[in-house]
Antibody, heavy 119, light 108 residues
Framework: QVQLVQSGAEVKKPGASVKVSCKAS????????VSWVRQAPGQGLEWMGW????????NYAQEFQGRVSMTTDTSTSTAYLELRSLRSDDTAVYYC??????????????WGLGTLVTV | SSEVTQDPSVSVALGQTVRITCQGD??????ASWYQQRPGQAPVLVVF???NRPSGIPERFSGSNSGNTASLTITGAQAEDEADYYC???????????FGGGTKLTVL
């Protein structure tokens, strides 16, 4: 079965960086992209960006440009999210999701359990 | 600010039908997907490609689209359907994705 297992909770000081991992299993890692979605306490969902597990191509939401990096390690089927220059409003649960592109359809069919980052 | 908007809250009597809507210009061109999030849990995909259900999602969940509005309909709402629901689609540029602000569904 498809699983996305994320790293544990993090506590960071303002100005620091955080790197969250997401290990995929149960499917061909190269065949799908990975998006990252965050949710601040009591707030809605926010798409941060996407990475192709096939070629490493990325597409970041405008809000995070210059402050975010998404990478993959295909040898371990693991995706990473790095967010730099952390601020208090970056406190949120960060989810990795399997990102499906089928023709004009685009959706997130599997979600990790989330990683709480507290700044 | 989100390019797609949802009503913050909706309520429905047990066993009745409820429609949750998502509005935005990009919905004229792109399909919406819908996610259910129960308190303390990760979101779950319930509808994709406007009106397709993943395996395991009850038939009472369906989707539709008209003009700039996508809708998620629950026919015969159950107590376990009480949750937050989010729509997602591409933005007007087509390059990025956006979520609606979410709708809190209360089953009375």
């Amino acid at each position: 079965q498809v699983q996305l297992v994320q790293s544990g909770a993090e506590v960071k000081k303002p100005g620091a960086s955080v790197k969250v991992s997401c290990k995929a299993s149960g499917y061909s890692f190269f065949s799908y992209g990975v998006s990252w979605v965050r949710q601040a306490p009591g707030q809605g969902l926010e798409w941060m960006g996407w990475i192709s597990a096939d070629n490493g191509k990325t597409n970041y939401a405008q809000e995070f440009q210059g402050r975010v990096s998404m990478t993959t390690d295909t040898s371990t089927s693991t995706a990473y999210l790095e967010l730099r220059s952390l601020r208090s409003d970056d406190t949120a649960v960060y989810y990795c999701v399997r990102d499906v592109h089928v023709g004009s359809w685009r959706y997130f069919d599997y979600w990790g359990l989330g990683t709480l980052v507290t700044v | 600010s989100s390019e797609v908007t949802q009503d913050p809250s909706v309520s429905v009597a047990l066993g009745q039908t409820v429609r949750i809507t998502c509005q935005g210009d990009s919905l004229r061109y792109y399909h919406a997907s819908w996610y259910q999030q129960r308190p303390g849990q990760a979101p779950v995909l319930v509808v994709f490609g406007t009106n397709n259900r993943p395996s395991g999602i009850p038939e009472r969940f369906s989707g539709s689209n008209s003009g700039n509005t996508a809708s998620l309909t629950i026919t015969g709402a159950q107590a376990e359907d009480e949750a937050d629901y989010y729509c997602n689609c591409r933005d007007t540029s087509g390059n990025h994705l956006v979520f609606g602000g979410g709708t809190k569904l209360t089953v009375l």
